[in-house]
C-alpha cells in the first residue's frame, strides 16, 4: 500500500484481478469517465479470454480496445503507459493468428516452473537440483513402463481406467416421450453409428422413400437366431423404451461430455463441442458439428 503497487503474482493471479476483481474495486472512483473506461478495459479482457470467440466479434474488438486505449491516453499520464499497456492493440490480431488465448497463454509454462521450483534441495547449486530431481523422476517413470502393474508417479489414476462403456454423471432425470418425434430421431442417429447396421443401410438405401428404422422393424425377421449380434438386432428392431434417462454429464469410450447449458455453468471443466457423420436426405454421408444440447439414455430392455 505504500508505493501503491502489486507485484509478486503469477499471470493467473493478475488475469483473474483484471478481469474480476478490478471492475468490483472501482466502483468507489468519483471520476464517473475513469470508471468507465476501466471497465471497458476489463471487459475486452474478459471477452478475449473466452473458449469461443466469433470472428465478427473478434473485428469488433480490434475497434472496441483501440478506442479503449485512446480513452485511456485521456486519463493517465504518459509515463503510465509503456509496452505492456500497447499490447492490447495486438492481442485480437493475435487471436485471429493463433486462435483462442487458452492455446498461447503463460499459465502452463508457469506451473511448471513451480514444479521445477520444488525440485530445488541445495540452494547453492539451484540449476543442479532441479536437473537432478526432473532426471530421477524421468528414469522412475521410465522403469514404470516395464512394471506390470504400472502407475505415474505424482498422478492420479484416471477415472476412465479400463472402462469404455457408458455412464452418466449428473443431472440425471426421466421422462416419457408421448409423441415419439423426438425418440425417433434419437433411435435413428443410434442406428446409423453401429457398424452392426451398416450392411442394412444399404439395402434400406434401395428403399429410401421409407424411414430406416420402420424399414429395420419391418425386416426383423431376418435377425432371427441365438448368437449375441443376432440378438442385439433384434432389440434394436424393436426400438427403444418411450421412458426416456436424460443426463447433464455423461462419461463414454474414456471422456466425459457436458450439455452446453452444463459448460455454461463450468468455469473448470468444458466439453460439449462434438463432430458425427450421418446419412443426409440424399443418401450422402455428411460430418456434422455442433454442441450437444441434450444428453439422452435409450433403453432397448438390456445392455447391447
Not at 471497458?40 to 478506442?67: G, H, P, W
Amino acid at each position: 500500500m505504500k508505493d501503491l503497487t502489486i507485484t509478486g503474482y503469477n499471470s493467473h493471479d493478475y488475469h483473474v484481478m483484471i478481469t474480476i476483481f478490478l471492475a468490483i474495486a472501482i466502483r468507489a472512483i468519483k471520476p464517473v469517465f475513469v470508471k468507465m473506461v476501466i471497465t471497458r478495459m476489463c471487459y475486452f479482457f474478459n471477452t478475449i479470454s473466452k473458449k469461443v470467440i466469433d470472428c465478427v466479434e473478434l473485428a469488433r474488438l480490434q475497434l472496441f480496445v483501440a478506442e479503449t486505449q485512446a480513452q485511456l491516453e485521456m486519463c493517465f499520464p504518459p509515463s503510465f503507459f509503456d509496452i505492456m499497456e500497447h499490447l492490447m492493440i495486438h492481442m485480437a490480431n493475435q487471436i485471429t493468428e493463433l486462435g483462442p488465448m487458452y492455446f498461447h497463454q503463460m499459465w502452463t509454462y508457469e506451473r511448471f516452473m513451480s514444479t521445477l521450483n520444488g525440485y530445488m534441495r541445495n540452494s547453492a547449486f539451484l540449476e543442479g537440483s532441479m536437473m537432478e530431481s526432473y532426471h530421477t523422476e524421468e528414469s522412475i517413470d521410465c522403469c514404470i513402463d516395464y512394471i506390470k502393474d504400472r502407475r505415474a508417479v505424482g498422478l492420479p489414476v484416471s477415472r476412465h481406467e479400463g472402462r469404455l462403456s457408458g455412464r452418466g454423471t449428473i443431472g440425471k432425470k426421466r421422462f416419457v416421450d408421448s409423441d415419439n418425434k423426438q425418440l425417433e430421431k434419437a433411435h435413428s442417429s443410434v442406428l446409423q453409428q453401429l457398424t452392426l447396421v451398416e450392411p442394412y443401410i444399404q439395402q434400406h438405401l434401395n428403399e429410401i422413400e421409407r424411414r430406416f428404422s420402420s424399414w429395420f422393424r419391418d425386416h426383423e425377421h431376418q435377425f432371427q437366431g441365438d448368437s449375441t449380434n443376432e440378438v442385439t438386432l433384434t432389440r434394436l428392431a424393436s426400438g427403444p423404451s418411450s421412458n426416456v434417462t436424460s443426463w447433464q454429464a455423461y462419461e463414454i469410450n474414456g471422456y466425459t461430455f457436458y450439455t452446453i447449458e452444463k459448460d455454461n455453468k463450468s468455469m473448470a471443466y468444458q466439453n460439449s463441442g462434438v463432430r458425427i457423420e450421418a446419412i443426409d436426405t440424399s443418401g450422402q454421408t455428411v460430418t456434422y458439428y455442433g454442441f450437444i444440447e441434450e444428453i439422452w439414455e435409450l433403453d432397448y430392455g438390456a445392455n447391447i
